[in-house]
C-alpha cells in the first residue's frame, strides 16, 4: 500500500512509502513505482533503483518474506501544477497486482476536484495444490542505469490481486525450495507488486548525462554531469526492452526463460523436497546510491570568441556559423545539413574552454585542439578527434548518431578530466559507436539501437607520471554511471579500473570486457552488475581482481549473460589481482564484530549466471568465491542444481574455490573429477556442488 501526504510543493521533496507484506509462503517478489513524469527521484531504500528508461523506481527481486517499507523521495519541477498520479505494480511469485493506497496528490494551496483513490484489496491466493510452475522472470534492465533482473513468479500476499484457485485433480505437492538467484542490486527489471499494497513505478531521475535527457536507456553522465539514468538514485536501469535472462526458478520444473536469447531447457525432474528449504539471496545493504548528491561540472566562464578563433579556418559547410553564439563563448551553426569544424585559435591566443559546440544537422568532423564542455549535435556526428600538443577533451559529448571518437587529454597533477557520451537518437542505423579515450574518465556512455566498442588508456607522461585513464564514476555521481548500447560489442581499459554502476548490453553476439595492468596501475573489474543478453560473454582481467570488493557498494554484485560464458578470469602479475568473486561477511556492529555465518543475510557476495549453455571457466589465481548458476536454477529430489554445465574452475591458491556451483549432474560428475584430481585437489575449498545452501533466519514480520 503506498501512503502519500496530502499534497505537494513544486520543488518540494515529497516522500513516499510502499508498505510491502509477502505471504509466508511466496518465494520471490519485487516492486516498481512509477512517480509522476519530470519528477526527480532520490534516496531510494532497500537496496532499489531508478530505471531512467522506464521511468520507474524498482525494488527487488527479493527471495525472503520480510516486510519492507519501500520508500524513496520523489521531487516535483518549480513549475509543476495541478494533481498527480502515482502508479505501481507488486509481482508475488509472478502474479502482478496493482498497488493500491494513495496515488493522486494535489498541489499545496489547490482545492482539487475530488478523485476518487482506487482501491483494492485482493484476497490472499492459496499455493496450488498442483505442481506449480513459476516461470522465469526477465532479468535484463533498461538502459542508464539499467534494466535487468529476473521477475521469478512469487505468491501474492495476503493483499495482492485474487486469482482463482487451481482446482485439479492433481497430488498435492510439497511447496518447492527456494533457490538462490543473484539478484541485481541496482537495476532489477521485474515488475513486481507489493503485496500490501503497491503504486507507481518510479524511474531514475537525474539523467546521469552531464545535461542530457536519456533516451529510453540509461544516460551516460559526462563531466560529473549525472548520466540519463538514475539520479541519486541507487541502481540505474538503463534497457530499452530487454530480452528476459534466464532466471531460477524455485520448481521442479522450471520453464523456459521469456529470455529472447536463451530458451532455458526444461529443470531436470524431480519430486520435490518434501521440506522446503530457503535459499540465499544476494544481499541488498539499501541503495548504493553514495551520497552526496551528483554535481555537474561548473559551465565554464563565457569569453567572446570572435576574436580569439581562427575563424577562416572553423567551418566548412552548408548553414552559418552564429555570431552572437560566438559572443557568449558557443560555437553554434545553424540551418546546415552538413558540415565539419575545425576548432583552432588565433596565433598568439588561448582559450581554456569553450562552453559549447552545438549544429542543427550532421558533423561529418570536429577537429579540436581547444577543450569543450558540451558538444551538442542533432544529426550525425561521424568523427570527434582531439588534437595538439597540450591535450583536449569534450566533458560531453551528445549526437544523434555516434561515429568515431577520439580523445587524447593530458590533465595536470592530481587532475582528473571526466567524460560522458551519448546518443541522443534511437533509430536504427548501420553506423558503429568506436570509442577511443585516454587521459580521461568515463564516466557513462549510452547508445540505444546502435553498435559499440570503447577502449580507454592511461598514457605515459613526459619526464615521469602518467595521465590516467579509467570507467568509472565521478565522486558522488556513482548511481549515474552507467555503460549501455544494444550491442556492447567491448569495453576495454589498459591501465585503469573499470567500475561503472552498471554495463549492459542487449542482443550481440559476443561482449568482451577487459581490463589489463599497464605503467604500475591495476586494472580492477569492479562493477555491481554486468547484464547482457549476448551469445557470448567474456570477462576478464590481468592485474586486478574481478568484483572481489562487494563492501565497495555496499551490496552484492552480479555477472548476468543470456547465452555462453565463455570465461570470467582475473590473472595476477606481479602480485596484482587474480580474485575473482567474493563471500564477504557483513561487519554487525561498532566494534567490527562479524555478523553470523548465515548465507545470503550475513555476505555480500559475488553472483554469476549464464543461459542454457553454461559457464566455460572460472578463475582466479588468489581465489575464485561466489555463487555460480549455468542455466536456470531448480530444486529436485537430487538437491539444487542447474540445466547447463560449468566445464572448469581454477586458481593457484591453496583451498582457493568456495562457494556454491549449481549445473546440471552430468556435467557435475564431470567437473568433480576434474577437480579431486591428485595435482588439483589441493585447491578445494569449500565449494559445494549441486548443494543447497541453508536457508537464512527466518524474518520477523
Given at each position: 500500500?503506498?501512503?502519500?501526504p496530502a499534497?505537494y510543493?513544486?520543488?518540494?521533496a ?9 505471504g509466508?509462503?511466496?518465494?520471490a ?5 512509477t ?7 532520490s534516496?531510494?531504500n532497500?537496496g532499489g533503483a531508478?530505471?531512467?528508461?522506464n521511468?520507474?523506481?524498482k ?8 516486510w519492507?517499507?519501500?520508500q524513496?523521495n520523489?521531487?516535483?519541477?518549480l513549475?509543476?501544477t495541478g ?12 502474479l ?6 494513495d496515488?493522486?496528490i494535489?498541489?499545496?494551496g489547490?482545492?482539487?476536484?475530488p478523485?476518487?483513490?482506487p482501491?483494492h484489496?485482493?484476497?490472499p ?5 498442483a505442481?506449480?510452475t ?11 542505469t539499467p ?6 513468479q ?11 484457485t487451481?482446482?485439479?485433480?492433481a ?16 537495476t ?17 531521475t ?7 535527457t536519456?533516451?529510453?536507456k540509461p544516460?551516460a ?8 539514468t538514475?539520479?541519486?538514485t541507487?541502481t ?8 528476459p535472462?534466464?532466471?531460477i526458478?524455485?520448481?521442479?520444473t522450471?520453464q523456459?526463460?521469456?529470455s529472447a536469447?536463451?530458451?532455458?531447457k526444461?529443470?531436470?525432474t ?6 522446503p528449504?530457503k ?5 541488498t ?11 555537474p561540472?561548473?559551465?565554464p566562464?563565457?569569453?567572446d ?5 581562427d575563424l577562416k579556418?572553423?567551418?566548412?559547410g ?14 553554434v ?5 552538413k558540415?565539419?569544424?575545425?576548432i ?5 591566443e588561448?582559450i581554456?574552454?569553450?562552453v559549447?559546440?552545438?549544429a ?6 570536429i577537429d579540436?585542439?581547444?577543450?569543450i564542455?558540451?558538444v551538442r549535435v542533432?544529426?550525425?556526428?561521424r568523427?570527434?578527434a582531439?588534437?595538439g600538443s597540450d ?6 559529448i551528445?549526437a544523434?548518431t555516434l ?15 571526466y ?8 533509430g ?11 587521459g580521461v574518465?568515463?564516466t ?11 577502449t ?6 613526459k619526464?615521469?607520471?602518467v595521465?590516467p ?19 556492447l560489442?567491448?569495453v576495454?581499459?589498459?591501465?585503469g579500473d ?8 542487449e ?9 589489463f595492468w599497464?605503467l ?5 573489474i569492479?562493477?555491481v552488475r554486468i547484464?547482457?543478453q549476448?551469445?557470448k560473454?567474456a ?5 586486478g581482481?574481478?568484483?572481489?570488493s ?5 551490496t552484492?554484485q552480479?555477472i548476468?549473460c543470456?547465452?555462453l560464458i565463455?570465461r570470467?578470469?582475473?590473472?595476477a602479475k606481479?602480485?596484482?589481482g ?7 561477511p ?5 566494534f567490527g ?15 554469476i549466471q549464464s543461459?542454457q ?17 549455468a542455466g536456470?536454477?531448480?530444486l529436485t529430489?537430487?538437491g ?16 582457493g574455490?568456495?562457494?556454491?556451483a549449481f549445473?546440471?549432474f ?10 579431486n ?13 549441486n ?10 514480520p
Open positions: 500500500m503506498r501512503n502519500l499534497t510543493t513544486p520543488g518540494a515529497v516522500p513516499v512509502n510502499i508498505a510491502a507484506r509477502p509466508t509462503a511466496v518465494a517478489w519485487a516492486v516498481e513505482d512517480p509522476p513524469a519530470d519528477w526527480v527521484v534516496n531510494i532497500e531508478w530505471d531512467a528508461i521511468k520507474k523506481v525494488w527487488g527481486p527479493y527471495f525472503d518474506t520480510q519492507r517499507d519501500l524513496y520523489a521531487t516535483p519541477p513549475s509543476e494533481l498527480k498520479t502515482f502508479a505501481g505494480t507488486a509481482s508475488f511469485d509472478g502482478d497486482q496493482t498497488i493500491t493506497g496515488s493522486i494535489a498541489q499545496a489547490v482545492t482539487p476536484t478523485v476518487p483513490t482501491s484489496t485482493p484476497t491466493q492459496p499455493t496450488p495444490t505442481t506449480a513459476p516461470a522465469p522472470t526477465i532479468t535484463p534492465t533498461p538502459k542508464p534494466t535487468g533482473t529476473a521477475t521469478p512469487p505468491t501474492p500476499s495476503a493483499t495482492a490481486t485474487p486469482k482463482p487451481p482446482t485439479g485433480t497430488t498435492p505437492q510439497p511447496t518447492p525450495t527456494k533457490t538462490p538467484v543473484p539478484t541485481t542490486t541496482t532489477p527489471t521485474p515488475q513486481p507488486t507489493p503485496s500490501a499494497t503497491a503504486t507507481p513505478k518510479p524511474t531514475p537525474g539523467t546521469p548525462v552531464p545535461t542530457s536519456p533516451t529510453p544516460t553522465t559526462g563531466t560529473a554531469t549525472p548520466k540519463p538514475p539520479t541519486g541507487a540505474p536501469q538503463p534497457t530499452p526492452t530487454k530480452t535472462v534466464p532466471t526458478t524455485t520448481t521442479p522450471p523456459p526463460t521469456p536469447t536463451a530458451t532455458p526444461p529443470t531436470p524431480g519430486t520435490p523436497v518434501p521440506t528449504t535459499t540465499p539471496v544476494p544481499t545493504t539499501t541503495t548504493p546510491t553514495p551520497q552526496p548528491t551528483c554535481q561540472d561548473p559551465t566562464t563565457p569569453v570568441l570572435s576574436d580569439l578563433l579556418v572553423l567551418y566548412k552548408d548553414g552559418e556559423v552564429d555570431d552572437a553564439a560566438l559572443a557568449t563563448g558557443r560555437i551553426i545553424n540551418d546546415n545539413s558540415g565539419s569544424l575545425k583552432r585559435p588565433k596565433k598568439g588561448s581554456d574552454f569553450i559549447s559546440v552545438e542543427a544537422g550532421d558533423i561529418t568532423k579540436t585542439s581547444i577543450p564542455h558540451r542533432e544529426g550525425e556526428l568523427t570527434f582531439t588534437s591535450g583536449a577533451y569534450a566533458r560531453r551528445e544523434g561515429g568515431v571518437v577520439k580523445m587524447a587529454a593530458k590533465p595536470g597533477s592530481g587532475e582528473t578530466f567524460v560522458a557520451i551519448r546518443r541522443a537518437g534511437d536504427s542505423t548501420t553506423r558503429k559507436a568506436n570509442v577511443t579515450l585516454s574518465t568515463l557513462g556512455f549510452e547508445a540505444l539501437n546502435q553498435k559499440a566498442l570503447i580507454v588508456s592511461t598514457k605515459k607522461k619526464g615521469g607520471g595521465y585513464g579509467a570507467i568509472a564514476p565521478k565522486p558522488g555521481c556513482e548511481s549515474q554511471s552507467v555503460i549501455f548500447a544494444s550491442e560489442q567491448k576495454k581499459v589498459s591501465g573499470i567500475r561503472p554502476l552498471l554495463i549492459e548490453s542482443r550481440t553476439a559476443q561482449t568482451k570486457i577487459q581490463a599497464a604500475e596501475r591495476d586494472a580492477n569492479n562493477p547484464l547482457v549476448s551469445d560473454l570477462v576478464e582481467t590481468v592485474g581482481d574481478i568484483m572481489a562487494p563492501g565497495d557498494w555496499g552484492s552480479t548476468r543470456d547465452g565463455l570470467v578470469q582475473a590473472k606481479k602480485g596484482d587474480g580474485r575473482l568473486g567474493a563471500l564477504q557483513i561487519a554487525g556492529g561498532v564484530d562479524l555478523v553470523g555465518p548465515a548465507i545470503g543475510e550475513s555476505e555480500l557476495a559475488t553472483w543461459g549453455e553454461g559457464i566455460k571457466l572460472l578463475r582466479g589465481d588468489e581465489g575464485v568465491n561466489g555463487y555460480f548458476i536456470i536454477l531448480a529430489t537430487e539444487c542444481s542447474a540445466t547447463g554445465p560449468i566445464v572448469n574452475m581454477q586458481t593457484k591458491q591453496e583451498g574455490l568456495n562457494g556454491f549445473l546440471d552430468d556435467a557435475k560428475d564431470k567437473l568433480e573429477k576434474k577437480l584430481a591428485p595435482a588439483k585437489k589441493k585447491f578445494l575449498g569449500n565449494l559445494k556442488l548443494e543447497c545452501p541453508n536457508a537464512p533466519p527466518t524474518p520477523t
